[in-house]
């Protein structure tokens, strides 16, 4: 089954507005013909409304790296799904291991949020994968089968064809531990098990899964090359054009 073909930039806490706005201008204007192949940025939410300005027109799409699940209220300091869809964002990036480590996000958190990107037409990028005490553990696939199972709790079958799952295994994110081709791919297959059992064959075999974690211009081949990765999620390697755009190519 033919499925998106995704390469998404996050580029966490960094960049000032004047480098957001460069970086951003640098990937349009070196992405020539990408055919199908979707290009998703994920700037800082302060610049995220001034990065949809500059995409409009152009193939590439823009998201948040978090959001809170109520519309509005009294919750200092966060940002609400009406706010990022008023901001121009197409995709919300939710559950990412910084946001579950750091800030203690629990799959609970995660499900309600996927809801609440749903309800605002945002698409979610859902992200999910083990420690490395997990993994060494025997429990990695166990841990990742249960946050799949809790990101999706209440959700019927055909509010999936927006989702995007990226698996990120936590000892690789930022690391320059990459999971070899191999490793990956076999977390990949879990998920796709997952998603069958929860949804069915058809969702489970047309969800794009992208793999994230140390992805650079060298190791792309071989992860891209597998037949359960459909793209990549790309921390430090995405902030700079040259070599966000090599990923994006050679992908
Ligand atoms: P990294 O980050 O590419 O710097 O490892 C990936 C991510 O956190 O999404």
Redesign the pocket.
């Known amino acids: 089954m033919k499925r998106r073909e995704i390469f998404a930039g ?1 580029w ?1 806490m960094y960049t000032t507005h004047a480098e957001a706005m460069d970086l951003a201008r640098g990937i349009i204007g070196g992405m020539g013909n990408m055919g199908t192949r979707e290009v998703v940025l994920f700037p800082p939410s302060l610049h995220v409304r001034d990065v949809v300005n500059l995409c409009k027109g152009t193939p590439v799409s823009v998201g948040v790296q978090n959001m809170y699940f109520e519309k509005e209220g009294a919750f200092t300091g966060e940002i609400s799904p009406a706010m990022v869809k008023d901001a121009g964002a197409r995709f919300c990036l939710i559950g ?3 946001r579950r480590h750091v800030f203690g996000e629990t799959d609970g958190q995660v499900n309600k949020k996927v809801l609440a990107g749903l309800e605002w037409g945002l698409e979610p990028m859902v ?1 999910v994968g083990e420690l490395l005490e997990e993994r060494e553990s025997g429990r990695g696939e166990s841990v990742v089968r249960s946050q799949i199972e809790g990101a999706f709790v209440g959700l019927a079958g055909h509010r999936m064809k927006t989702i995007v799952i ?1 698996y ?1 295994p936590v000892w ?4 320059g531990k990459v999971a070899t081709p191999e490793m990956a791919e076999a977390m990949h297959c879990v998920i796709r098990d997952v998603l069958a059992g929860l949804f069915g064959g058809e969702i489970a075999g047309s969800t794009p899964i992208l793999y ?5 211009p060298d190791n792309i081949k071989g992860l891209f090359g597998m037949a359960n990765i459909d793209g990549v ?6 902030l700079k054009a040259p070599s966000f755009l090599d990923i994006v190519r050679v992908g």
Do not use: R
């Open positions: 996050n966490k990412h291991s910084e992200c990226a990120e690789a994110i930022g690391t994230g974690g140390s992805v650079k999620l790309v921390g430090g390697a995405s």
